[in-house]
């Protein structure tokens, strides 16, 4: 069993930065991909970014390349996505994603964190 919980949303301008973070408790003697998903509303939930569990590989979603970064500090037993040139499409609910095996763009992970809300203001 692992717990997730993500914080570091809120409300940001057009093209401001944000940083979430994603703590982990429980099972952290795992070898966990984290991973970052969204959900606007009325759409469904999407694949952001991923990174394996020593960090050395790292996967994008096409309209967040060049923009987040995702990154984790295994000490800490916490994930990042820093978020910069923020806009008004990436307004949404973004969760953070564990999963005992190779990184994955599909919603197969393992354990779900609660979510935190970011607003980008146009």
């Known amino acids: 069993q692992v717990q997730l919980v993500e914080s570091g949303g809120g409300l940001v301008q057009d093209g401001g930065s944000l940083r979430l973070s994603c703590t982990a408790s429980g099972r952290t003697y795992s070898r966990y991909t984290m991973a970052w998903f969204r959900q606007a509303p009325g759409k469904e939930r999407e694949f952001v970014a991923a990174?394996?569990?020593?960090?050395?590989?790292?996967s994008y979603a096409d309209s967040v390349k060049g923009r987040f970064t995702i990154s984790r500090d295994n000490a800490k037993n916490t994930v990042y996505l820093q978020m910069n040139s923020l806009k008004p499409e990436d307004t949404a609910v973004y969760y953070c994603a564990a999963r005992a095996a190779l990184p994955t763009t599909t919603l197969q992970y393992d354990y779900w964190g609660q979510g935190t809300q970011v607003t980008v203001c146009s």
């Open positions: 990174i394996s569990w020593r960090g050395f590989s790292t």
